[in-house]
């Protein structure tokens, strides 16, 4: 099982939106509605963002949304603001209950 | 609320077993759905998956890791020991504990083990 594949990094103003994408194979992100991203700021434990593609766990800002089509999942970020500087992770169910991390993508807010 | 912790040996040699415990609270494993994950992160590097178990003792392995990885479970000591063989300076990572109950929703603060001689 190979690391999902996101950009080395994305950047914007505050305000612009960003989008992250994740891509994978029909074993993993293509086969499950079972994507998840992480925000990990420096020195810290990740974070769960989004959920099965789309939901956002309680406390989570709704400028957060996930989205997937085929084998390629997005992270987007909309009004993008200071604290939204940090890498994000996705992670895939892979079947067979294994699961699989993106390469992961720093967030730089300009 | 839900807590989880990671302990154990923060350097480690070459060919050593590394065994570490994720001491949590707030739930058990023994509810229906619940699991425990262990994910690691190399210094500068991505997050990588390695195991979990579940609250019916299914356990679950990253195949990268094979057969050098085992996870445990303690209900009494609400505690899950990750025991990963014959370490190496590759191995040298932040490792993670978290809970799963659809996704690693609650993480540990994370240990940093390293492997050198």
């Known amino acids: 099982q190979s690391a999902l594949t996101q950009p080395r990094s994305v950047s914007g103003s505050p305000g612009q939106s960003v989008t992250i994408s994740c891509t994978g194979t029909?074993?993993?992100?293509?086969?499950?509605?079972?994507v998840s991203w992480y925000q990990q700021h420096p020195g810290k434990a990740p974070k769960l963002m989004i959920y099965?593609?789309?939901k956002r766990p309680s406390g989570v800002p709704d400028r957060f949304s996930g989205s997937k089509s085929g084998n390629t999942a997005s992270l987007t970020i909309s009004g993008l603001q200071a604290e939204d500087e940090a890498d994000y992770y996705c992670?895939?169910?892979?079947?067979?209950?294994?699961?699989?991390f993106g390469t992961g993508t720093k967030v730089t807010v300009l | 609320q839900i807590t989880l912790k990671e302990s154990g040996p923060t350097l480690v040699r070459p060919t050593q077993t590394l065994t570490l415990t994720c001491t949590f609270s707030?739930?058990?494993?023994?509810?229906?759905?619940?699991?425990v994950g262990w994910i690691r992160q190399p210094p500068g590097k991505a997050l990588e998956w390695l195991a979990v178990?579940?609250?019916?003792?299914?356990?679950r392995y990253s195949p990268s890791l094979g057969s050098r990885v085992t996870v445990t479970g303690d209900t009494s000591k609400n505690q899950v020991l990750l025991t990963v063989t014959n370490m190496d300076p590759v191995d040298t990572a932040t490792y993670y504990c978290?809970?799963?109950?659809?996704?690693?929703?609650?993480w540990g603060q994370g240990i940093l083990v390293t492997v050198s001689s």
């Open positions: 978290a809970h799963r109950k659809g996704d690693f929703d609650y």
């Open positions: 707030g739930f058990s494993l023994t509810t229906s759905g619940v699991g």
């Open positions: 178990i579940y609250w019916d003792d299914d356990k």
């Open positions: 029909s074993s993993d992100v293509g086969g499950y509605n079972y």
């Open positions: 099965d593609v789309i």
């Open positions: 992670c895939s169910y892979g079947g067979s209950v294994i699961y699989v």
